[in-house]
């Protein structure tokens, strides 16, 4: 651990809480749901980096969000588990019913305050809301110590009911208040004005931490935040690689980063080891299927490459001419160990290691071995990228119905494009052959033989993981159906092989989205 992490104790005025809501606001937009199993890789892959909360679900809205606040809850020793509640009896009973086995419980419950939201939204007066506000919260810290109040649509709110719930919510014992920038609208010196205001007006403002969430519609969210926390929020609620409705949420790692890199400028710490940054973020998007861009600021492909001439010379020189950050602190190694089809088992695990996958159980490893000589069977050269991108592959998705077992094409101009096919369902064999228009489409034809479904193909894109013509082919599928979204990944050399493996991950998604009811009235 470096100094800078060392410097989180948690009673420093200075420290900021990280709230992370990767798995309910993050997990709420289109296309991004995971299943039990995936929740609980990235709650502990967020309680292994530091996060303080995690918002594991929204337990009324579905029994997939219930299980996974209740496992989550259960399961973290040294993150508090956030359940989140309308401002009902019910939903804070199911929260609470979800969360009372967990070793730190929070409920976070909410109701929209602005004109706009009580009008049509809610179709209730400002008093109604604000006696809901009272009872909502008084239920809850009846049920929980930890409580967290939230008024919907915080920054397009009247200032003067503003401050008179953020009073009474204090008074009936939230802990903290949280100010969401719901539709992503603020600016920063608008929102910096409006914590001020609160920590003036606010009476009993002392008694509770301030928190802030903002949307990232206007692409401000990080900003808003930081804003935010230079006016005296000490909360921050964020996702992992920015995921969340419409344009996202805040990102936690640009959040850590920046608080990191210019202590100078702003002197606040958080408890997130940034070394676990580039880890975290790659588990997320292997699990939703969101690839990140590539020049998207810490996480993105190109967030440590230097390219023009110029640069590289001065970088060179000295790395910190182009460099404010090393790609270590967050967790981007430069490889000690190249790998190739003469490495053997032990030499992978260490590098596996190296790469931030030491606790794989001894069955992931070994699945992950098996891909990796083959792989170096076909390919000189390995890179860390490929081995990243077959650890995706492998071990994220070990739980699912459909698996891709093998793939023969022919295609050329000669025709018909043809695609032999085995997969299992349940572990139960299954083979089709199929024609297409083009080997693509006889591929996916041959799955839709095995696993009769109607779907609508939103989108096929394919990425080439490494450079060179035997590089790792990545392909992300995204599928539609009753206006669910989906999307699938998976990597391989055979760039067919890899299509087939994404539109099997996307059905798989589809499975777990046909299982989870949450009419759209349940998002937050
Ligand atoms: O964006 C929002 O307002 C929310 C609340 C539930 C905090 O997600
Ligand atoms: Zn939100």
Not at 269 to 291: N, Y
Request: glycine share 6%.
């Amino acid at each position: 651990m470096s100094a800078v992490d060392s410097q989180t104790d948690m009673t420093d005025a200075n420290r900021v809480t990280i709230f992370d809501t990767t798995l309910r606001d993050g997990e709420q937009s289109p296309g991004c749901s995971m299943n039990l199993e995936e929740k609980l890789q990235v709650a502990d892959a967020l309680e292994d980096m530091g996060v303080d909360i995690i918002e594991a679900g929204f337990p009324i809205a579905s029994n997939g969000d219930f299980e996974a606040v209740r496992e989550i809850g259960k399961r973290l020793k040294t993150s508090s588990v956030a359940g989140l509640a309308r401002a009902t009896r019910r939903d804070i009973d199911r929260a609470w019913d979800a969360l009372k086995t967990a070793g730190r419980p929070r409920i976070h419950t909410f109701i929209s305050t602005s004109p706009l939201h009580m009008k049509f939204k809610l179709q209730m007066e400002p008093d109604a809301v604000h006696q809901a506000v009272i009872d909502s919260v008084s239920h809850a810290r009846d049920l929980c110590d930890d409580v967290e109040w939230s008024p919907e649509d915080g920054t397009r709110t009247e200032h003067d009911f503003l401050c008179r719930c953020v009073e009474s919510a204090i008074k009936a014992g939230a802990r903290t208040i949280n100010i969401p920038d719901t539709v992503g609208y603020t600016v920063p010196a608008e929102f910096r004005a409006l914590i001020e205001m609160l920590r003036n007006r606010v009476p009993n403002i002392d008694k509770a931490v301030i928190s802030v969430h903002c949307h990232n519609d206007l692409g401000l969210a990080v900003a808003n935040s930081l804003a935010a926390v230079e006016a005296g929020a000490r909360q921050v609620e964020c996702t992992i690689n920015g995921i969340g409705e419409r344009a996202g949420n805040a990102a936690m790692e640009e959040i850590v980063m920046a608080l990191r890199t210019r202590r100078d400028a702003m002197p606040f710490t958080t408890g997130v080891k940034s070394q676990a940054i580039t880890r975290a973020s790659r588990l997320v998007s292997a699990i939703t299927g969101f690839s990140v861009q590539p020049n998207k600021a810490i996480v993105g492909a190109n967030a440590f490459a230097h390219e023009s001439g110029i640069h590289q010379d001065g970088f060179l020189k000295h790395s910190e001419t182009y460099e404010i950050m090393t790609p270590e602190s967050v967790g981007l190694n430069r490889s000690t160990l190249v790998m190739g089809k003469h490495s053997g088992r032990h030499a992978f695990k260490v590098k596996l290691a190296e790469m931030g996958y030491g606790d794989l159980s001894d069955n992931a490893i070994q699945g992950a071995f098996q891909r990796f000589k083959d792989l170096a069977d076909l390919k000189k050269d390995v890179y860390d990228e490929d081995i990243l991108a077959l650890i995706d592959d492998v071990v994220v998705r070990h739980n699912d119905h459909l698996r891709f077992v093998s793939l023969q094409v022919v295609c050329g101009t000669k025709g018909p494009q043809t695609a032999e096919l085995e997969m299992t369902i349940d572990g139960e064999q299954k083979h089709a052959k199929a024609e297409g228009n083009g080997p693509v489409d006889a591929v996916f034809t041959a799955i839709k033989e095995i696993f009769p479904h109607e779907v609508k193909l939103q989108l096929y894109q394919v990425h080439a993981v490494t450079e060179g013509t035997d590089a790792q082919a990545e392909v992300t599928v995204r599928l539609e159906e009753d206006g669910r979204t989906v999307n699938g990944q998976g990597a391989d050399v055979d760039t067919l092989v890899a299509s087939a493996r994404a539109y099997v991950n996307a059905l798989n998604k589809l499975l777990v989205k046909r299982e989870k009811s949450a009419p759209a009235a349940l998002s937050a």
